[in-house]
């Protein structure tokens, strides 16, 4: 399965993107999915999960109610909205396809991986 990121850009703080995540090659309807992302110099971090069925989520501690993962799989679309952005938001987002369909915050346990969608926050 192929994914491809997309919705990131340039907002101000306190600014809200969507970024969407599509497969082609396959079906995300069996898929675990997440997103992670990687700020410059620093490691990949895990931001949310979802089940292959949309029915649990998993977040990273500093999101604090303010992104919000969801999946459409009719669409074969995976979303994360991000509201209340912060200038520490600014990273590279990419979206992931894990065989754990539960899904899971560990990183090497998702073997597709979207190209990256550039997020930057401006104070």
């Known amino acids: 399965v192929q994914l491809q990121a997309s919705g990131g850009g340039l907002v101000q703080a306190g600014g809200s993107l969507r970024l969407s995540c599509v497969a082609s090659?396959?079906?995300?309807?069996?898929?675990?999915m997440g997103w992670f992302r990687q700020a410059p110099g620093k490691e990949r971090e895990f931001v949310a999960a979802?089940?292959?069925?949309?029915?649990?989520?998993y977040y990273a501690d500093f999101m604090k109610g303010r992104f919000s993962i969801s999946r459409d799989n009719a669409k074969n679309t995976v979303y994360l909205q991000m509201n209340s952005l912060k200038p520490e938001d600014t990273a590279v987002y990419y979206c992931?396809?894990?065989?754990?369909?539960?899904?899971?915050?560990?990183?090497?346990?998702?073997?597709?991986w979207g190209q990256g969608t550039q997020v930057t926050v401006s104070s």
């Open positions: 992931a396809a894990t065989a754990d369909k539960y899904g899971t915050t560990l990183s090497s346990l998702y073997g597709y």
């Open positions: 090659g396959g079906t995300l309807g069996t898929y675990g």
């Open positions: 979802i089940s292959w069925s949309g029915g649990a989520t």
